[in-house]
């Protein structure tokens, strides 16, 4: 007779620590851009582009990025240091033991970002590691997040998205050099009941390595470097077959965004705000099409900051709090896609939080 | 079916409605690559016509992807 027969309720069995039903809640929030400006008129200036052009096929006026010699922790550092003073007001709690950073380009390929971030907030010592998931890797971070404290590894979780995109973008390429953009965003997670708000919901995630060659940095991992031959220029920087990606994006978002509606027991049509990765005001459009949400209940900054990589929904979800775009108590749908290909959503009741 | 096309491409993809003409090439209605694939999307879901974004890719005019249209919608 196995252990699955045993009457329900008892708790036997249960490795300790572990309590039943404990869920993971956001408990604060931050986001970060370098000052460093580049306007459309910027780039017009040195490729052949346009402002009407840059905009009417991406949405983007504006974005940000890194000064030279600045890396990605230097972002992730500020949008956690305020995601940590967000949280720290409530419950009288601060700090975090454990740091989940995802991101597409670390400070060096060996180690992960995540100690070093963890050190200069003053986590030293805390579980830290880095999620590569490229433009979804702030949802794989959070579902990792939310999976330490459900097993009692962790009680509260520094999870920050961080990308300084622009370092793997070639300046001269017009297709990708008006998208990208650098900046960080965070979130704290803490131990807490599943009925409460800011409890996240089920994180959806899903992949297709079919597909790697769609959206890719060639060069300068080990398939390259074990041939012991330099890489050509243009395979260290960032590729992306844009009409393919597209239509991917498009399908792949529309499908999780409705597992995770409905695995929270919501209708679409309860949805208040959805936060989905910022890539491209097109995208978004035609998943509003497919899933018949109107427009105007997606948030968004691309406008302003450009497709920030792993940065881009916790960034998002930064500003929109700060303008008051997401309030308190609205049901609230996170979706990304990209790289990998890889593609997540969740759900939650946007909390309560500071600022 | 030139007006159904028409249609879609006025209010789903922001095309403007006098440059459309059966003779007009996707690029002289400022249908770029995405918008190819937006196009694509919009006939499977509105219409029920599976026309891929390759198929509208080598389509040279308005008039080619409407009988791209005809076509599929005749084999329904």
Redo the contacts between chains.
């Keep these: 007779m196995s252990n699955s027969e045993a009457p329900s309720g008892r708790s036997a069995g249960l490795p300790t620590g572990r309590a039943p039903g404990r869920s993971a809640v956001l408990a604060g929030l931050g986001g970060w851009v370098p000052p460093r400006q580049v306007t459309n008129a910027d780039l017009s200036a040195r490729l052949d582009t346009s402002d009407s052009w840059i905009r009417s ?1 991406t949405g983007i006026a504006t974005r940000h990025v890194v000064a030279p010699g600045d890396a990605t922790s230097d972002l992730a550092v500020e949008a956690g240091r305020l995601a940590l003073k967000s949280a720290g007001g409530a419950d009288g709690e601060d700090g975090a033991d454990a740091v989940v950073l995802a991101t597409t380009t670390p400070d060096r390929p060996c180690p992960a970002t995540a100690p070093e971030v963890a050190d200069r907030l003053g986590l030293g010592g805390s579980a830290a590691f880095d999620v590569s998931a490229v433009c979804t890797g702030f949802l794989y971070a959070l579902a990792a997040g939310q999976g330490l404290i459900a097993a009692g590894t962790a009680e509260r979780v520094l999870v920050i998205g961080a990308d300084a995109f622009t370092t793997i973008i070639d300046p001269q390429d017009r297709g990708t050099a008006v998208i990208f953009a650098d900046g960080a965003g965070a979130v704290v997670l803490r131990a807490g009941r599943p009925d409460e708000p800011g409890a996240l919901g089920r994180v959806f995630l899903g992949s297709d390595g079919s597909r790697s060659q769609l959206i890719q940095v060639p060069a300068g991992g080990s398939r390259q470097r074990s041939t012991g031959v330099p890489a050509r220029e243009r395979d260290t920087y960032f590729q992306m077959s ?2 393919q990606t ?2 991917q994006a ?1 399908e792949r978002m529309s499908a999780v965004s409705r597992q995770a509606v409905d695995s929270a027991g919501w209708k679409l049509a309860d949805v208040d705000r959805i936060a989905a990765h910022q890539a ?1 005001a ?1 995208i978004l459009g ?1 998943v509003g ?2 899933l018949g949400v109107p427009e105007e209940r997606f948030l968004s900054n691309i406008e302003h900051v450009g497709n920030t990589g792993a940065a881009s929904i916790p960034l998002l979800l930064h500003h929109s709090h700060a303008d008051r775009s997401l309030g308190t108590g609205d049901r609230l749908l996170l979706t990304a896609f990209g790289a990998g290909l890889a593609w997540g959503a969740t759900t939650v009741v946007w909390p309560d939080l500071p600022g | 079916m030139f007006e159904t096309l028409k249609d879609i491409l006025v209010n789903k993809l922001k095309v403007s409605p006098d440059t459309i003409t059966a003779e007009a090439t996707p690029e002289e209605i400022d249908l770029d690559s995405l918008a190819i694939v937006e196009l694509s999307l919009v006939l499977e879901k509105e219409l029920g016509l599976a026309v891929s974004e390759d198929e509208l890719s080598e389509a040279g005019t308005v008039g080619d992807i409407v009988r791209l249209m005809d076509e599929r919608s005749a084999r329904v």
């Design positions: 096929r844009g009409q597209f239509r498009v491209n097109r035609a099409e497919e």
